[in-house]
């Protein structure tokens, strides 16, 4: 059973910043490409970024949206078994719960099989 606990949500006023983080089952993380998802209240869940496993051939490693691109640090620590999300500059629409994922398999390309619970985060403006 994969477990995913996210952590870091929360309140900012619009430019500020918030470092989301999850927690995964340590015997899988290692080898899976790990993800972080969004869905805000009445829209459609949104892919915000992936990290590769170090284990995989992707020439990019990382992926990040266009609507978060140069905002948004996607990032691991496999010692820690642990993904994070570094977000600056944040906008009103990025109001949303966040998810982290993981699917089994290394590249972040693909369908993700395992979620967590989310955490909410809220940008006033």
């Known amino acids: 059973q994969v477990r995913l606990v996210e952590s870091g949500g929360g309140s900012v006023q619009a430019g500020g910043s918030l470092k989301l983080s999850c927690t995964a089952s340590r015997r899988t993380f290692s080898v899976n490409a790990m993800g972080w998802f969004r869905q805000a209240p009445g829209k459609e869940r949104e892919f915000v970024a992936a990290?590769?496993?170090?284990?995989?051939?992707?020439?990019?490693?990382?992926y990040v949206a266009a609507s978060v691109k140069g905002r948004c640090t996607i990032f691991r620590d496999n010692a820690k078994a642990t993904v994070y999300l570094q977000m600056n500059r944040l906008k009103p629409e990025d109001t949303a719960v966040y998810l982290c994922?993981?699917?089994?398999?290394?590249?972040?390309?693909?369908?993700?099989?395992?979620w967590g619970q989310g955490t909410q985060v809220t940008v006033s403006a």
């Open positions: 990290v590769s496993s170090p284990d995989s051939s992707d020439d990019a490693r990382t």
């Open positions: 994922a993981t699917r089994d398999g290394c590249s972040w390309r693909g369908i993700y099989d395992y």
